[in-house]
């Protein structure tokens, strides 16, 4: 009865060889941190030089990436002084460009505005002697012209002005003297016996070079026509003061040097429009101080001897 209960006990399991594995754990973890450590120093994420002399928490992790460093690089560069002062530099040259360029626009506005003022009272005395020619009024050109040229030229000025309240034209003056013709040819009819016997006498005999022509009156007054056409108003007025019934032509003389008068005034004003250097005024009556771009320059001028 025992051997068969001997028989039916199951044998002993044998015992684990808990102590090799345990080394064999070991190892392969000392084996596997040794490969995990000598693959972070190859990498450089971890610095191994210092770990002798810090002990074990003396190995410190180097700046991971290159993303790092340059970000504490700009951060340096931003807050660093001298790219303070770069930007500071750039930024007074910027003003110092914008500043010159403003002071160049300002000038050219200047010169812009004074070049205007003259071209206007240029147009004024271009529009004074037209309406002057045609023998009409001025109206409010007559203020334009007392306003801009009456401190430069006030005795022009005042010629416009007065020829325009009893204007003369040109073809008028023309007329007049086709008018006139037979008067001014011969002995005027209040002409004293005596006086035109006289007259006759001395036409008789007349001394001149030989090789100047003879002049009748007719070939005078012809010829005081012609001046009279090309504008030259005074030679015209000279031919006919030298013929023999010249005082029949007095009211003529008068009004054709009255003509001629207004014509010089009406030069001076578009000379004083385009040269004068300091005492025209512009639409509001200020000064125009900008020279014309057409005056000569002061140091080019040469000094009359």
Do not use: C
Not at 73 to 78: H, I, K, M
Not at 194 to 210: D, K, M, N, P
Not at 215 to 225: F, H, L, Q, S, V
């Amino acid at each position: 009865m025992q051997d068969e209960v001997s028989s039916q006990r199951p044998a002993a399991a044998p015992k684990p060889r808990t102590g090799r594995i345990i080394l064999l754990v070991a190892v392969l973890a000392f084996i596997l941190g040794a490969g995990v450590a000598g693959w972070l120093d190859w990498r450089g994420d971890v610095d191994f030089s210092q770990a002798g002399k810090s002990g074990t928490g003396g190995v410190l992790p180097k700046l991971a990436g290159n993303g790092d460093s340059e970000a504490t690089t700009d951060a340096s560069g931003e807050n660093g002084k001298p790219t303070s002062l770069d930007a500071l530099g750039a930024v007074e040259t910027r003003l110092a460009l914008l500043e010159d360029r403003l002071s160049r626009l300002n000038l050219e506005a200047t010169a812009a505005s004074g070049n205007a003022a003259r071209a206007e009272g240029l147009l004024i005395a271009f529009a004074a002697r037209r309406i002057t020619d045609k023998g009409g009024d001025l109206g409010y050109l007559e203020d334009q012209l007392k306003l801009r040229f009456s401190d430069a030229q006030p005795l022009a000025v005042g010629a416009i002005v007065d020829f325009a309240k009893d204007p003369v034209t040109l073809d008028e003056l023309g007329s007049r003297l086709d008018a006139l013709a037979p008067e001014l040819s011969g002995a005027s009819n209040d002409q004293s016996t005596w006086g035109w016997i006289t007259q006759e006498f001395s036409s008789l005999f007349e001394v001149r070079r030989s090789s100047s022509p003879t002049m009748t009156p007719e070939d005078r007054i012809d010829r005081a026509k012609l001046m009279l056409s090309a504008g030259k108003i005074d030679k015209a007025t000279e031919q006919i003061e030298r013929l023999p019934g010249a005082s029949a032509a007095e009211d003529w003389i008068a009004d054709a040097h009255r003509y001629a008068a207004v014509q010089r005034a009406l030069d001076l004003i578009e000379t004083t429009a385009m040269l004068e250097p300091r005492r025209l005024q512009d639409a509001e009556g200020k000064k125009v101080d900008q020279p014309s771009p057409l005056a000569q320059p002061a140091d080019t001028v040469k000094p009359e001897t």
